[in-house]
């Protein structure tokens, strides 16, 4: 397993961006494919987007699919999302998890570490 920590969270007004970021720790980074998720107030944790290990195969949620943007630097153990056009809803608790696999999709079983999450609040 990977050791996860997300930073880059905070409060944006609609229509606004954030990037985060999240960073991890081991020599075998590049060797697990990544992704992000999601959990607001009273809901179930959702998938956001993932990113192979290779970094050359993307996959969003169509919830964020043309707003949202996952790439990796596997040179700096690290991941990223980048997020525009900030809605209401995509105010959540957002996680960073890790597979060890070249691609692990869409599915939170098929992560076996995880951030301790960092909170996004998009004010309308």
């Known amino acids: 397993q990977v050791q996860l920590a997300e930073s880059g969270g905070g409060l944006v007004q609609a229509g606004g961006s954030l990037r985060l970021s999240c960073a991890a720790s081991?020599?075998?980074?590049?060797?697990?494919?990544m992704g992000w998720f999601r959990q607001a107030p009273g809901k179930e944790r959702e998938f956001v987007a993932a990113?192979?290990?290779?970094?050359?195969?993307?996959d969003y949620a169509n919830s964020v699919k043309g707003r949202f943007t996952i790439s990796r630097d596997n040179a700096k153990n690290t991941v990223y999302l980048q997020m525009n056009t900030l809605k209401s809803e995509d105010t959540a608790i957002y996680y960073c998890a890790a597979a060890p696999t070249s691609l692990a999709g869409t599915t939170r079983s098929a992560y076996n570490s995880w951030g301790q999450g960092t909170q996004v609040t998009v004010s309308s």
């Open positions: 990113i192979s290990s290779g970094g050359s195969v993307t």
């Open positions: 081991g020599r075998t980074f590049r060797s697990y494919a």
